[in-house]
């Protein structure tokens, strides 16, 4: 088995996620997160890690505020249209593109970042626990670690509700795997005892499209889905929601570094 690879899938990709719905939810719900709590390290330039992220949506977003971004993803395609991204900004950004597996990625070769993202990637992993781990490594102390990871438990109440019973009887194995289906969701109390054994502190948790995928197939006539996007932002940090999301955002601060 091996972790997957998004080349074949690259235009799709990009179009699925962040040219719908789904991707406004999910790009809303990040930035609000994310926003306030970048602020704090009072730092006007930023080193941030984006691994695993595509064609860089929320990187070209930080380095059009003037971060310093390095974009690793282990799609050749989806590097490539990033670059082309980039080179048509209206302003320069200060984007390295690595292209390589995020568990290749060392301090030795490119140091310690103030921010790591790692974004709809852990769901894809063999081992999420491990790689995980080995990206911490990278992270300054008081750095930012963000993750949003595919629910689980999500996936299972999403099925229930569309009458899936016999793909929930089965633990959601399928004779054949849908291209954007997560091979590998996680559960929520799993991840939290991850950061716990790995002393981050949690900073904020957030449930993304805690309404969306649950949307009836007939709406009201007058359906708005920018209120829908106000709402997801309204509920994503209330249980039962939060919960319920079909991505969890997990944003957590490495220990400060020891004094003796």
């Given at each position: 088995?091996q972790?997957k690879?998004?080349?074949?899938?690259?235009?799709?990709?990009?179009?699925n996620?962040?040219?719908?719905?789904?991707g406004?939810?999910?790009?809303?719900v990040?930035?609000?997160?994310?926003?306030?709590e970048l602020?704090?390290?009072?730092?006007?330039?930023?080193?941030?890690?984006d691994?695993?992220?595509?064609f860089?949506f929320?990187?070209?977003?930080?380095a059009?505020?003037?971060?310093?971004?390095?974009?690793c993803?282990?799609?050749?395609?989806?590097?490539a249209?990033?670059?082309?991204?980039?080179?048509?900004?209206?302003?320069p950004?200060?984007?390295?593109?690595?292209?390589s597996?995020?568990q290749?990625?060392?301090?030795?070769?490119?140091?310690?970042?103030?921010?790591?993202l790692?974004?709809?990637?852990?769901?894809?992993?063999?081992?999420?626990?491990?790689?995980?781990?080995g990206?911490?490594?990278?992270?300054?102390?008081?750095?930012?670690?963000s993750?949003m990871?595919?629910?689980?438990?999500?996936?299972?109440?999403h099925?229930?509700?569309?009458?899936?019973?016999?793909?929930?009887?089965?633990?959601?194995?399928?004779?054949?795997?849908?291209?954007?289906?997560?091979?590998?969701?996680?559960?929520?109390?799993?991840?939290?005892?991850?950061?716990?054994q790995?002393?981050?502190?949690?900073?904020?948790?957030?449930?993304?499209?805690?309404?969306?995928?649950?949307?009836?197939?007939?709406?009201?006539?007058?359906?708005?889905?920018?209120?829908?996007?106000?709402?997801?932002?309204?509920?994503?940090?209330?249980?039962?929601?939060?919960?319920?999301?079909?991505?969890?955002?997990?944003?957590?601060?490495?220990p400060a570094?020891?004094?003796r």
């Amino acid at each position: 088995m091996q972790d997957k690879n998004f080349d074949k899938l690259s235009l799709k990709f990009a179009q699925n996620i962040y040219g719908t719905t789904k991707g406004e939810i999910r790009a809303a719900v990040l930035w609000r997160d994310l926003m306030p709590e970048l602020a704090k390290l009072q730092k006007p330039k930023l080193r941030i890690l984006d691994a695993g992220g595509g064609f860089g949506f929320l990187s070209q977003k930080l380095a059009a505020q003037g971060h310093d971004v390095v974009l690793c993803d282990i799609s050749e395609q989806m590097l490539a249209l990033a670059q082309q991204q980039i080179a048509a900004s209206d302003i320069p950004l200060s984007v390295e593109l690595v292209h390589s597996p995020i568990q290749a990625l060392t301090a030795a070769q490119y140091g310690h970042f103030d921010v790591i993202l790692c974004h709809a990637v852990a769901e894809w992993l063999i081992d999420a626990k491990t790689t995980l781990a080995g990206l911490l490594a990278l992270l300054k102390p008081n750095g930012l670690f963000s993750l949003m990871f595919f629910n689980k438990e999500a996936l299972r109440f999403h099925s229930l509700v569309s009458g899936n019973f016999d793909y929930v009887k089965r633990d959601f194995v399928v004779k054949k795997k849908v291209g954007l289906t997560p091979t590998h969701p996680l559960y929520i109390e799993d991840v939290r005892q991850w950061f716990a054994q790995w002393q981050l502190t949690m900073l904020t948790q957030s449930g993304v499209r805690v309404i969306n995928d649950y949307l009836k197939k007939h709406l009201p006539a007058d359906f708005d889905t920018q209120q829908l996007i106000e709402m997801e932002l309204a509920y994503s940090q209330r249980e039962p929601y939060l919960s319920l999301g079909r991505y969890v955002h997990f944003l957590a601060q490495s220990p400060a570094p020891q004094t003796r």
